[in-house]
């Protein structure tokens, strides 16, 4: 069974700072999501990646396959960036296909003014 | 497009009573996901379909859940009977796969169930 382990659990911060927020899984992926939950409860998907770097406006991802982590990046840090940040993979199991997510347990993001 | 589309957004009702929730796709995706968001046990996957078909069920906590995908732009998740343990947030959501190439998944709202 994969295991998904987010690191920080919770992150305060002041407006402008850089964040990292990690991931960690156990077993090989066919893909690493991040997701994005406002208060509101909305999910939002930020990444699917599953080699390299990708980069969205102040956002970035990355993952090293071989020692099987990941970090998302916030560069300028703003408190509307203020949400939970949820790491997610898929196992591959489908044969090329999707496949369901396993999730980390979250990053809980605080920006302050 | 309207994005995944769920019903009803709140439920309460109680113990012992039926539950259906309801999803469309967007449309042409052709993998729809049934996960569930609890306090204690953060986000899981129940069920997930492909072209309507139930691929892995494993995540289905046990014989009171059910859900089918009659068509391509509907999911149904059903409880019966429904216990307090049940309350949580629902989410649908779906993506394609177009030559073995994976796609990010979109969520929709969302069904807050509340079991008294």
């Known amino acids: 069974k994969n295991e998904v382990e987010q690191s920080p659990q919770n992150l305060t911060a002041q407006e402008g700072e850089f964040i990292t927020i990690n991931c960690s899984y156990s077993v090989g992926i066919s893909a690493l999501h991040w997701l994005q939950q406002h208060p509101g409860g909305g999910i939002v998907s930020l990444f699917m990646l599953s080699s390299g770097k990708k980069k969205h406006g102040r956002l970035i991802a990355t993952i090293n396959i071989q020692e099987k982590h990941s970090s998302l990046h916030i560069t300028a840090s703003h408190p509307r960036d203020s949400a939970v940040y949820i790491c997610?993979?898929?196992?591959?199991?489908?044969?090329?296909?999707?496949?369901?997510?396993?999730f980390g347990k979250g990053t809980h993001l605080i920006i302050q003014p | 497009d309207a994005g995944v589309i769920q019903s009803p957004r709140h439920e309460v009702t109680e113990m012992g009573q039926e539950v259906t929730l309801r999803c469309k796709p967007i449309?042409?995706?052709?993998?729809l996901f049934w996960y569930r968001q609890t306090m204690m046990r953060g986000l899981e996957l129940l069920i997930y379909f492909n072209n309507n078909v139930p691929i892995d069920d494993s995540g289905m906590p046990e014989d009171r859940f059910s859900a089918k995908m009659p068509n391509a732009s509907f999911s149904t998740l059903k409880i019966q009977p429904s216990e307090p343990r049940d309350s949580a947030v629902y989410f649908c959501?779906?993506?394609?796969?177009?030559?073995?190439?994976?796609?990010?998944?979109?969520f929709g709202p969302g069904t807050r169930l509340t079991v008294t």
């Open positions: 959501a779906s993506t394609e796969s177009l030559a073995g190439v994976i796609y990010e998944q979109y």
């Open positions: 449309s042409g995706h052709d993998y």
């Open positions: 997610a993979v898929g196992l591959g199991l489908s044969g090329g296909g999707a496949d369901g997510l396993t």
